[in-house]
């Protein structure tokens, strides 16, 4: 696999960064080519890879419509599918995933192609902050969003009744999604803590420039993080008339990109849940703080 | 020995140790031109396989092979001969047919040089239309509405055409997920899965009104589907309620944009490039864009919409539908 072939995965929990991070990526490498005088705009430029859970991508690499398998039987071809230098469409480099590393389906295999990947950039955000976001993305009640965090079973499903345009993407409990890309060892990883993101900016996004090996030249990393800053992304959303990834009944994508709005947000009873069932990968990435049981 | 089943699809005639009630029966007397039968793929010689091949799907030219894990092993070799392997006892007669009569017979017949696109095309009057789309596009759905109003089905899932323009009689079957099922009142729990545990049923032929001639090819329609509760796909008009519930269809694609979605609705482009067909691919496509008008076609999401919203408009008459912009065309031509 030459270097020209090499690819990435973004890979995180939904809600966590994972969006914000390819923007930035496409930003930081929008700024260090040749014209970078237009300004970002969101709808066209973000492609900066096909979702490994994208149906089309995997009808092309199976040769069949996988339409005609089911979910189980699809999850231990997936990580098959696509190990060649042709994986994805040419320039599209760094790819989003929010499937956990395995699935109980995938007979103990990664459920992505880990041939010719070069490592895996996983972000996680504190759970509590999660479940607030997922609550605005899918306009679900937040004891739903809690319940889905401690859910084994949880996992992103357009649909087995009606097809959809993506796969099932199993995801299981909060702590289990963490740790299946955390601590596989098949493919090298960088784990990014979303609150690192917004309150270290420059060196977490430094790291992850010189992981993924970009420019990262510290103005240009200043300058890509002024430019999708949240508020920055906020009025581009708005003058796209609305980000293409953002499902029709959530009023916007770019909401808030705070830290610490589910503990405001979220019951007592709703945090030690969390903090309960979750307890050793929020102690182990530092999200333990004091929430009285 | 068992005398094997005959069958005419795709332009060929065909002989088959399997059953295959998704294609049309034959008595034609002559040789069959395509042989399908089990064979063992540990006999089968190594293959160079092109630069295109994935683990799953190995491709050189002339020699197609599918290893689909607790399902089979597939191969079509030369546009004359495709052999299947069961994974394991487990896996039934249906399994094997659901991939031996897509995506087999698919690169049987781009072996013999035929076109071979993405799609559903159905017969009226002596005429054929071709709906284009990949999977999840609502093709089947369509079908099926267009089927209690008059018109005979052709083929579904992939449609084979002619360098003469005719649409060749093929898959004699349409695919429904549960919720189209439900939405059109089908009684689904009297339905067969199209593979056992799926929630997506096979109605076959014996349940449909199927054209058994070559048609000619009147009008192709590209589809889109318009999301329901999403102004995404609406653009100018977002504002416009009728568009979630009425069909529309757009001018006359450009040649160049009708041969762009022809190239990129190819039943499988992997294919024709692995088996080196992709100059054969490229000049039928030119050729039909020259000779057939392409339309974008935005359908309803919601099925019932969809169903309602056929009864006004007349698809052989692309004017009879609401016009959409050029610019919203060309969009709807990117996939």
């Known amino acids: 696999m030459t270097e020209e072939h090499s690819y990435w995965y973004l890979a995180s929990y939904p809600k966590s960064g994972n969006t914000w991070c390819r923007v930035f990526i496409t930003e930081l490498m929008r700024l260090a080519g040749d014209n970078p005088g237009e300004e970002l705009n969101l709808n066209q430029d973000i492609e900066t890879g096909a979702i490994a859970s994208s149906r089309l991508w995997l009808d092309d690499q199976l040769g069949i419509n996988s339409c005609d398998l089911s979910f189980s039987e699809l999850d231990p071809l997936r990580g098959g599918a696509g190990a060649s230098a042709w994986l994805f469409a040419e320039g599209e480099r760094f790819h989003k995933v929010h499937d956990a590393f395995k699935s109980p389906d ?47 079973n949880a996992a992103l499903v357009q649909g087995e009744r009606f097809g959809g345009r993506q796969v ?24 990014m803590r979303y609150e690192d993101m917004l309150a270290k900016g420059l060196e977490t996004f430094t790291k992850l420039a010189i992981f993924l090996g970009l420019p990262n030249d510290e103005n240009l990393i200043l300058q890509a993080l002024e430019n999708t800053s949240i508020d920055r992304l906020k009025k581009l959303e708005d003058d796209v008339g609305g980000f293409a990834e953002k499902p029709a009944k959530c009023e916007r994508f770019f909401r808030s990109g705070r830290t610490g709005e589910g503990a405001e947000r979220l019951t007592l009873d709703q945090r030690i849940r969390l903090a309960k069932g979750l307890s050793d990968a929020m102690t182990r990435f530092d999200y333990g703080e004091d929430v009285d049981a | 020995m068992i005398k094997p089943h005959r069958y005419c699809a795709l332009g060929a005639e065909i002989s088959s140790d399997l059953v295959l009630p998704e294609l049309q029966a034959s008595d034609s007397a002559c040789d069959a031109l395509v042989q399908i039968q089990q064979g063992d793929h540990g006999q089968w010689p190594s293959l160079e396989p092109s630069p295109h091949s994935t683990p799953t799907l190995r491709l050189a030219p002339q020699d197609w092979r599918l290893e689909l894990e607790g399902i089979g092993w597939f191969r079509a070799t030369g546009g004359e001969r495709l052999e299947w392997q069961r994974w394991d006892d487990s896996v039934s007669d249906r399994d094997i047919r659901t991939f031996a009569v897509t995506s087999g017979l698919g690169a049987l017949a781009i072996q013999r040089g035929a076109l071979v696109l993405h799609g559903t095309a159905l017969e009226r009057d002596g005429e054929a239309i071709l709906l284009l789309g990949h999977p999840v596009a609502g093709k089947s759905t369509l079908a099926w509405c267009l089927l209690q109003d008059g018109w005979r089905l052709l ?23 549960h919720d189209a099922a439900v939405a059109l009142e089908l009684n689904w729990s009297q339905l067969p899965p199209v593979r056992k545990g799926l929630k997506r049923y096979a109605l076959l032929a014996q349940d449909l009104d199927c054209m058994s001639q070559p048609t000619p090819l009147r009008l192709i329609y590209a589809l889109n589907r318009a999301k329901a509760d999403s102004g995404q796909e609406d653009d100018a008009e977002a504002e416009d309620e009728s568009e979630k519930i009425s069909l529309k269809a757009s001018d006359d694609f450009s040649q160049t944009t009708a041969l762009m979605r022809l190239r990129n609705q190819a039943f499988h482009a992997r294919m024709y490039r692995g088996m080196d067909a992709e100059a054969q691919l490229f000049m039928q496509a030119a050729a039909l864009a020259r000779t057939v008008p392409m339309h974008a076609l935005i359908v309803p999401d919601e099925i019932k919409a969809m169903a309602e919203s056929l009864k006004k408009v007349d698809l052989m008459q692309p004017e009879s539908m609401q016009q959409r912009t050029e610019a919203t065309a060309e969009d709807a031509s990117n996939d």
């Open chain 1, 106 to 152: 995938s007979h103990g295999r990664p459920v992505v192609s880990t041939t010719g990947c070069s490592g895996v950039v996983y972000i996680l955000r504190h759970p509590e902050d999660v479940a607030v976001s997922l609550s605005h993305f899918y306009s679900w009640p937040l004891d739903r969003c809690v319940a889905s965090l401690l859910d084994p």
């Open chain 1, 168 to 191: 099932r993407q199993y995801m299981g409990r909060w702590d289990q999604h963490v740790s299946s890309w955390c601590d596989q060892n098949q493919l090298p990883v960088l784990i």
């Open chain 2, 155 to 177: 083929s579904s899932e992939l449609v084979a055409v002619s360098p003469d323009g005719l649409v060749l009689p093929g898959m004699h079957q349409l695919k429904l997920w």
